[in-house]
């Protein structure tokens, strides 16, 4: 009987987290990807990307993320790779203030409330699978209450057996001349 652990519950938890939410994490990313990118474009305009991008490497300072605000509510973007910028200030104002009417506004929108979702999904997933993995102590308990949590379980668990540091026998004799000593 397998006693579970802090560290198993941890690694069990990761494991139905990371599989449950990958798929949604990595859209979610490339979405924000794309929305940076149109940004960028948007802000900086195809004839200044493409004198940018003429002059030798390192003469601009570059950036890997954008900075842009709907309404006044500020959002970082990742662009996914450092992007040339005019100047390294670029990074600590809004580029552009769009309304949350104008189409860049309700993609910007948009990835907003895709994140806060998923943030609530996941959020709520962990809260319910910790309270049932904190319920049992044991793998064996943990099958019998929720089954399907078999595929989560790390293949291998380190399983470190409680023994005594010193053999019992070892102990006793010890302890009988202590007595015997006094």
Known sequence: MTKLTVRLRGEILENVLSTTFKDRIEALREKKRKVADTVYRDVLGKKNITLMESLPKGFL?????V????????LHLPLGEPRRVISEKAGYNAWKNYTHDSVIGKQILEVRAAEGKLNEDYTSLRSKAQTILNSVTTVKSLLATWPEVSQFLPANPDVVANLPAIPVEEL???IAAMREAA
């Open 61 to 65: 300072p570059e950036r890997d993320e």
């Open 172 to 174: 006793n004799k010890t």
């Open 67 to 74: 900075r842009v605000a709907v309404d006044g509510d500020f």
